[in-house]
């Protein structure tokens, strides 16, 4: 009996070790296109790839909320950026406008592991790495200053280490803020009160 035992806790393990060992393998999805959806934001967003849609969280940042159902997130948000919470939420706003202008009505490439990326919804969130026009859309929101280097980060399909790619991203948030893009437009601490 202990030997079938083994033999069985061995078996489960080769399977684990090679689902995990698949998972992160990185998947090119060509010619996706964007969903409107009421959920969509400047970091998560309905796609379509062929026949599968699904919602993609960017990896390596954090978009501004649009609204204020997520007070934790937004506290940290306004803190960090040192603007109030209209500004966080109007900023939210005009990140989901820039996904949704360069998304539209063109295909983009989809880099992604499958790797789950929990959310409010009920649809399937994975973590991505999006290309438009030969830019990733994470590097675009840090420049225009609607997002933070912040976030889930991975090993790039390139070969490009995270912990590289991480801090050339924090010189394009830092270019932005210099250049008072964005939530940066209005960055002052000193001003922001807690309404929490």
Same mark, same amino acid.
């Given at each position: 009996?202990?030997?079938?035992?083994? *033999?069985?806790?061995? *078996?489960?393990?080769?399977?684990?070790?090679?689902?995990?060992?698949?998972?992160?393998?990185?998947?090119?999805?060509?010619?996706?296109?964007?969903?409107?959806?009421?959920?969509?934001?400047?970091?998560?967003?309905?796609? +379509?790839?062929?026949?599968?849609?699904?919602?993609?969280?960017?990896?390596?940042?954090?978009?501004?909320?649009?609204?204020?159902?997520?007070?934790?997130?937004?506290?940290?948000?306004?803190?960090?950026?040192?603007?109030?919470?209209?500004?966080?939420?109007?900023?939210?706003?005009?990140? *989901?406008?820039?996904?949704?202008?360069?998304?539209?009505?063109?295909?983009?490439?989809?880099?992604?592991?499958?790797?789950?990326?929990?959310?409010?919804?009920?649809?399937?969130?994975?973590?991505?790495?999006?290309?438009?026009?030969?830019?990733?859309?994470? +590097?675009?929101?840090?420049?225009?200053?609607?997002?933070?280097?912040?976030?889930?980060?991975?090993?790039?399909?390139?070969?490009?280490?995270?912990?590289?790619?991480?801090?050339?991203?924090?010189?394009?948030?830092?270019?932005?803020?210099?250049?008072?893009?964005?939530?940066?437009?209005?960055?002052?601490?000193?001003?922001?009160?807690?309404?929490?």
């Amino acid at each position: 009996m202990k030997i079938a035992c083994i *033999a069985v806790l061995l *078996a489960l393990c080769a399977l684990t070790g090679h689902a995990a060992e698949k998972k992160k393998e990185w998947s090119k999805l060509e010619g996706c296109r964007y969903l409107a959806s009421k959920y969509n934001d400047g970091d998560s967003f309905s796609v +379509q790839c062929g026949q599968e849609k699904f919602f993609v969280r960017l990896y390596f940042v954090d978009s501004p909320e649009m609204d204020l159902s997520s007070g934790d997130r937004v506290r940290l948000q306004y803190e960090y950026f040192g603007v109030t919470t209209d500004e966080v939420t109007r900023a939210g706003g005009r990140a *989901a406008d820039l996904v949704r202008d360069k998304l539209s009505g063109k295909p983009f490439i989809i880099q992604t592991r499958k790797a789950f990326a929990p959310g409010r919804g009920k649809s399937t969130r994975y973590y991505s790495l999006v290309q438009v026009e030969g830019k990733y859309l994470h +590097q675009i929101l840090l420049s225009e200053g609607l997002a933070r280097n912040k976030g889930t980060i991975v090993a790039l399909p390139t070969g490009e280490k995270a912990r590289a790619h991480a801090e050339a991203l924090q010189k394009l948030e830092d270019s932005a803020k210099a250049s008072r893009k964005g939530l940066w437009a209005t960055h002052d601490p000193s001003k922001v009160k807690s309404p929490f």
